[in-house]
C-alpha cells in the first residue's frame, strides 16, 4: 500500500495529518491527536525512554527506537511508525509483553511501554542477544521501581521471538511538508539543497533534532522554515577507502559506530556510551560537531587523526581540516548557508595505538565532563608521534598540539610524569554543574595515568569499567 500525500503509516494504519495548527512532537501527536496513549511521556528530553516508538523507514525491515519526545512531526512524514498499541492486544499480547509478566518485570507500568519498545528493536536486530546486547538495548530507558534484572530477564527469554515487524508497505516520501507554522523543505540532494540556499532567506539547517529540538518551546507561533538534511542522499554515504572513510554530514551515530567497529574498534566504547540507542539512531556527525559543544564526544577522535571536513554552500564545496573549524564556545567557521557534507577519518597509523576515553557522572546516556583522546607512536619505550585531544577542558574541543610536542622523544614515564606537572598550562577547564575545575584537572591527569598503564601492558584501550 502506498502511503498517500501528509501522512504517517502508524501500527499499519496510514493517518493523515492535519487540522494541526502549531508544530508539535511526534509523541504530542500520537497521544494527543491519535489517543495512542500507551507511548508515555517522562522528561520530554531524551533521558527516561518512556515515549519510546520504532521507526521503520522505506520498508527496509530495519527497525530503530526512537525517542518520539525529541522528533518533530515533519522528520517523520510518510515513515512508518510503531507504537506499543501496534504490537499486540489484552488478547493477543506480543511474546514480549507475555515475558515482562511472567518475569515480574513491570510494577507501575509506566517505562514498560518504552522498555518493550527497546526489547522488541534488539529482538529484530541481527545482534546476539547476550547481556551486554541488551543492557546497550534499554540503556536508553529508566526504570525507577521494579530495577532492571527481571526487565534483562524477560528480554533474555523472549529471544527466540525474533519477529520481523516489517510493514511491506511502499513508502512514499513527502516532499515539503506545511505543518502548522514551520515549514520543512527536504532536498533529496545538495543540487536542489543549492536551489533553496539561492532562494531562501531565513531558515535553519535541521538534522536529527536531538539538540535543536531540545529548544523549547517546539510549540511557537513563529513562522519557521527547516532544511531538513536528512534526505540528502549525499549525506547519508559512508564510503570506505584504503586510508580512511568518508562519512556524509547526516550519517547517524549509530551507524557511524557499526562502520568503524571492525577497523577502529578503539573507538566503540565510547560511541556506544554516546546517548542511547534511541539517541544514536536520530543524532548524526555532522550535528554533533554543528553544535560546537566543548563536550560532544566526537570532535577529539577527530582532532587526533587529522580530519578533514567537507563544507557544503551556496558557494560550492570546500574542505577544512577539524582543527581549523571550531571559533568559541559553541561557535564554528559556518556560515549560515553552510552545511557540514562529509567528515573524512584517515586510519590511525597502524604502528600507532588510539584511545579515547569519556568520563561522565552515569556510564551510559550521559555527556562526558570531560573526555581525552591519544593517537601514539612508542619504540623502545619512547614516544615517537602524539596527538593529543581534550573535550571538557576549554570553550571548545581542543587538541593539545603544544603538549603533545613536548612529550616526543621523551622516555614514556618521563613524559606521562611531565604531562601531568604541566597539563594545567594547556587547557582552561571551567566549574559547572558537571564537575568543578579541580575535578577536571585531576581527572584529565588520571587519563593520562591510565595511559601508561595501557601502554605499559601494552593493551590496546582499558574500558573506563576496567579500574
Ligand atoms: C538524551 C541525550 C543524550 C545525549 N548524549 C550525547 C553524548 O553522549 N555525547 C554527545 O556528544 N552528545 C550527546 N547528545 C547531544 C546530541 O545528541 C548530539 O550532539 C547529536 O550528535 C546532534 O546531532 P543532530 O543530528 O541531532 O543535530 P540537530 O539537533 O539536528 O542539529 C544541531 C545543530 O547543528 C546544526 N546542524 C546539524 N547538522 C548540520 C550539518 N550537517 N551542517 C551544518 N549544520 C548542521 C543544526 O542547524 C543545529 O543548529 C545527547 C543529547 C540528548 C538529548
Ligand atoms: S519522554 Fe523521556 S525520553 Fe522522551
Ligand atoms: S515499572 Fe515503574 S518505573 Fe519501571
New binding site residues.
Partial sequence: MAVLENTILVNGKSIEVNHIQYDITLLDWLRNYNKLTGTKEGCA???CGACSVIIEENGSGNLRPI?SC?VRLGQVMGGSITTIEGLGSDKNPHPLQIAFTNKYASQCGYCTPGFIMSGVSLLNSNKKITDDSINDAIS?NLCRCTGYSPIIKAIKSAAKYRITQNNKQSIKKNKNITIGNVTYLKPSNLKELKNYLDDIKNF???????????QRPIINQKEDKLIC??SIVE?NKITHLKEKIVFG??V??ESFLEAVRPKMPELVEILQ????P???N????????????P????APILLVLNSDLGIFGRNGFKKINIKNFFRGYRKNV?KKD????SVEIPYANPKNKLFSW?L?KRYD????TVSLAINIQTQKNVIKELHIAA?GVAATPKLLNKLSELMVEKKLDEAIKFAIDNVEKHIQPISDLRGSRHYRLEAIKGLFRRLQICLMQNKNSLSIMDF
Fill in positions: 528530553e531524551g533521558d525517542n525529541l536508553g535553519e539547517f535541521l538534522a536529527g533534532g536531538t539538540d535543536l529540538n531540545l538534511l536528512g549525506l554530514g547526516g547517524t551515530i556510551r554516546f546517548g542511547s534511541q539517541i544514536r536520530q543524532g548524526t556527525i555532522g550535528g554533533n560537531l554543528c553544535t560546537s559543544s563536550i560532544g564526544d566526537i559556518l553552510e552545511i557540514i557534507s569519556k561522565s546516556q550521559d555527556i562526558s573535550g
